[in-house]
């Protein structure tokens, strides 16, 4: 049930109980609602001078399926539809979000400095692939120190199989994975045991299969084209507000907790113009505020505009909380893995310095030209932020998937090298996100994968054949072809190996140093600043930043495979690593309190 322009209304009037639709088709000459359970029928909808198109129901209830017919042509899904039982060709299903009996009634989220992510894939987190199947794996989630679970887009996708990043029904999670009450049920027994539940919501695109929005709705997009598809024209107030309702759907329905906004530096913006971002902000904060929960937002920008971030507005009010950064990831990546190519080449100088000033201020570029993208000067000045305004991982979902065979740091590092770079991680001031499996080192691969049919499925293989040219040249049919269903059940997560000698020594780790973030970084993130960092050819690489409660947070790590001498005398106490000797050994990684 809507609450906003977008979606029908459950009318609950005794005698005239039954149903409003709305559909803003400013294109179409006229709409029909039509009916196709109970009983098929259809009727004439009303239409406004602004391009809305309206029709009430009585006797209608939750259940009903339905479609718009548009000028006698074409029969499309409802665009904010809640559900889409036969997936994106298929009807809308009327939903009563109403109906579902919370069980975590009190839950009113936790502050933004508990936070530890893990990034998730319902369809691959486990065998059965279903929101309910997932509920089984929370206790492990809290055991392991994890404070929230992120899922991957969930917005209605055509096929079976997706990443979920060609969503093209926004209110609508996908069936694939179950029915809105099984994924409020999972929403819900997460809170229960204390787990924040955030979202990945993509707002720069639609998919490029079952949108029908340009067919009725033109003006819902530009002639300019990200790499995904037609650019949103988020100047149109119906559009904006399309967006925005979403997010509060997700918000306010499914009572997530937080969202993340997918690559938000191809969303249309105005220079001089309150953006959409600004406003979806203010709306979200204003949820927050009228419900008293905290609600976390997160950006994925490819530009680096500290300006949007800030961690301590709370609640949001036209700022975000965070940000992905990518530019720690791949500072990692090239100096664990020596890879040079693509987005790499921009880290290959001097990776352990670039992954020092991350460290030290938040972004790598902070205005700096990078080469990637195309020179352009790329990035904000960011150590004015708190360092909880980064999220930083060494692992997710783009950085896996987003290659050939979609190896996993495990496939492609040492051992000795990623527990360090864990160690670093996972007690930095900022906040850590995991990737699924990588809690016990999995080495399951994330390829690509989807279910399209016909010449859009061909234009797939085509696309990852040109950007994977020298894997295909080299390995020809070893290489995934992301339409095989055999290519998606690669990537089903790995339980048993948790259980395996290396899984259990590598969990272990993980469960020691969230422990310890819990118990000494996490009381200190309110009001932490950062201080600076330093990286010697030698590998030695140290920090240090202030806390929020007056103390010096000290890391002091070896990240060579050879023994380096101590740069000084340590001071404070160890909170991780113990008492360093005068030769610190290979990727060996302490840190310390001084107060």
């Not at 679970?149 to 609508?172: I, Q, T």
């Not at 050939?404 to 492609?412: D, K, T, Y």
């Not at 048993?496 to 000494?520: C, K, M, N």
Request: charged content about 25%.
């Amino acid at each position: 049930m809507s609450t906003g322009q977008f979606g029908p209304r459950l009318t609950k009037n005794g005698a005239t109980d039954g149903a409003s639709f709305r559909l803003w088709a400013p294109a179409a000459r006229r709409v029909e609602l039509v009916l196709d359970k109970p009983q098929a029928n259809f009727q004439a909808m009303s239409r406004g001078d602004d391009g809305w198109f309206t029709a009430d129901v009585a006797g209608l209830t939750a259940g009903a399926h339905y479609k718009f017919r548009i000028d006698g042509e074409i029969d499309v899904p409802d665009p904010a539809s809640a559900f889409q039982p036969d997936d994106v060709f298929g009807p809308s299903e009327l939903i009563d979000h109403d109906a579902y009996a919370w069980r975590a009634s009190d839950w009113r989220g936790r502050p933004w400095q508990d936070t530890v992510l893990i990034e998730t894939h319902v369809g691959t987190f486990t065998s059965e692939g279903s929101y309910r199947a997932m509920i089984d794996k929370l206790d492990h989630l809290v055991a392991t120190g994890i404070t929230a679970l992120e899922l991957m887009p969930l917005a209605d996708f055509a096929g079976k199989r997706n990443w979920g990043y060609d969503g093209v029904l926004w209110y609508a999670p996908d069936s694939a994975y179950g029915r809105p009450e099984d994924l409020k049920n999972l929403i819900d027994e997460a809170h229960l045991r204390g787990l924040m539940v955030f979202l990945d919501v993509v707002y720069n695109h639609f998919g490029p299969e079952g949108n029908f929005l340009g067919r009725y709705a033109p003006s819902f997009f530009t002639d300019a084209q990200t790499p995904w598809g037609s650019t949103i024209d988020y100047r149109v107030p119906q559009v904006r507000a399309f967006a925005i309702e979403n997010a509060l759907s997700w918000l306010r329905d499914y009572r997530f907790d937080g969202l993340r906004l997918d690559a938000v530096n191809h969303i249309l913006a105005e220079p001089g113009e309150i953006s959409m971002l600004h406003d979806l902000s203010r709306a979200a904060g204003e949820l927050a505020a009228e419900t008293g929960r905290h609600i976390h937002l997160v950006l994925e920008n490819g530009d680096n505009r500290a300006s949007l971030l800030d961690a301590v507005q709370d609640p949001p009010r036209g700022k975000y909380r965070a940000q992905w950064n990518d530019d720690y990831h791949h500072a990692w990546h090239v100096f664990l893995t020596g890879e040079d190519q693509g987005y790499y080449t921009d880290y290959q100088r001097a990776p352990l310095n670039d992954l020092a000033r991350a460290l030290a201020s938040g972004f790598v570029y902070q205005g700096e030209a990078a080469a990637f993208w195309g020179s352009k000067l790329r990035g904000e000045p960011s150590g004015g932020l708190s360092p909880t305004a980064f999220v930083n991982f060494l692992q997710n979902h783009d950085q896996v998937g987003n290659r050939a065979f979609g190896e996993r740091l495990e496939s492609l590092a040492k051992a000795a090298g990623i527990e360090a770079a864990l160690a670093v991680t996972l007690l930095a001031p900022t906040v850590p996100m995991l990737f699924m499996g990588e809690e016990w080192g999995s080495r399951v691969p994330f390829p690509f994968f989807c279910d399209f049919q016909g010449g859009l499925a061909d234009a797939v293989r085509k696309g990852r054949r040109d950007e994977y040219a020298w894997a295909y040249a080299r390995y020809g049919a070893g290489v995934p072809d992301p339409l095989d269903p055999d290519t998606f059940k690669s990537a089903v997560l790995d339980w048993e190996q948790q259980d395996a000698p290396e899984g259990r020594e590598r969990l272990a780790l993980i469960r020691r140093l969230l422990a310890v973030r819990r118990e000494e970084i996490v009381p200190r993130l309110a009001g932490a600043a950062f201080g600076d960092a330093k990286a010697a050819d030698s590998g030695l690489l140290t920090a240090h930043w202030r806390m929020g409660d007056g103390a010096t947070l000290r890391l002091t790590a070896n990240l060579s495979a050879t023994n380096i001498v101590r740069p000084a005398e340590a001071t404070g106490r160890s909170i991780w690593g113990g008492e360093p000797a005068q030769i610190l050994p290979p990727w060996s990684v302490f840190w310390r309190i001084e107060s």
